[in-house]
């Protein structure tokens, strides 16, 4: 799950919106900028243009045969599959979250075990030893010093302080890097991975905005991620030799040396994945627009004329 405090990456455009089903587009032209854009660089806007002139040709009386079923069915069937493509790409995401929380799991069951010993030990020597300090001097039991006494506390102490560093030890698990799906992210010249559907990598390195200069959905995503130095839940920054490149690879697995994993660097890594995810599945929201405007379309064409 997504911790409270992760910061959220906003839409540089906020007229973003989800599409009304109550007043749908009735032309290309009542069609978002964004979507207009995300259909021309998906390649759906020359099969959108051939879907309105024969849908325009039928609501003047024209004779069109079965150009506009075909038109229509062509047009969903290029949405559907931008839809499935996003689709797939979510079932990695969840499988990269899935695998992080199990880490998760797993140091915070650590945890549990390190704050248990250090229970024991602080009863121990808060309580017990002085029990049976007090209970030796009632009975009148002077063979068993007092130096005794601490020697027997002492190591029952360092016993359970040992076990528990090692718990603590325990949460940091060793990895070796085999790159995860944000580590494409900052390595745009290699292209996609076979996780990254085309209609997905291209919708994720082209601007939101139709304004000069305006970042693309990665760029966004991976400056403002090294702004906060990878510590997305967290909110602090590290400041040992080379941090940001150092937290970089481990957040992508990217790293070539063994290096331990803490709590708070899954965190962020979940954190992270759960904003790549919502940026990709806007894309799903404009396939919602372009089927609201197909809708709408077959509907007024198919409309009798007064």
Not at 163 to 179: F, H, T, V, W, Y
Not at 213 to 223: E, H, Y
Not at 262 to 282: F, K, P
């Amino acid at each position: 799950m997504l911790p409270a405090c992760a910061q959220t990456v906003a839409p540089e455009d906020p007229t973003q919106i989800a599409p009304s089903e109550t007043s749908p587009a009735l032309t290309l032209d009542t069609l978002s900028m964004e979507a207009q854009d995300t259909a021309r660089r998906l390649g759906l806007w020359g099969s959108l243009v051939e879907f309105d002139s024969v849908r325009k040709q039928k609501s003047l009386g024209q004779q069109v045969g079965t150009n506009f079923i075909e038109s229509r069915q062509n047009l969903m069937e290029s949405v559907m599959i931008v839809s499935q493509d996003v689709r797939t790409f979510v079932h990695f995401l969840e499988e990269e979250i899935a695998k992080a929380d199990s880490i998760n799991a797993m140091i915070a069951a650590r945890r549990d075990r390190a704050l248990k010993l250090n229970t024991y030990g602080d009863l121990i020597s808060g309580g017990i030893s002085g029990m049976v300090s007090g209970g030796l001097a009632l009975a009148d039991i002077n063979h068993l010093s007092y130096d005794t006494i601490d020697a027997v506390e002492g190591f029952v102490q360092s016993g359970l302080a040992v076990l528990s560093l090692k718990e603590q030890r325990g949460e940091k698990r060793i990895e070796k890097g085999i790159p995860n799906i944000l580590a494409r992210l900052f390595q745009p010249e290699k292209g996609p991975s076979s996780a990254y559907p085309q209609c997905v990598w291209t919708f994720l390195n082209s601007p939101a905005t139709q304004t000069s200069g305006a970042q693309t959905r990665r760029d966004r995503l991976v400056n403002a991620w090294s702004k906060s130095g990878f510590c997305i839940s967290h909110q602090h920054k590290y400041h040992r030799r080379n941090p940001v490149n150092e937290r970089q690879a481990r957040i992508t697995n990217d790293s070539t040396a063994n290096y331990r994993i803490t709590a708070e660097l899954v965190e962020d890594r979940i954190a992270m994945l759960h904003q790549l995810r919502s940026t990709v599945t806007r894309l799903d929201v404009i396939m919602l627009e372009i089927l609201l405007y197909m809708r709408s379309s077959s509907q007024a064409s198919s409309a009798p004329s007064s």
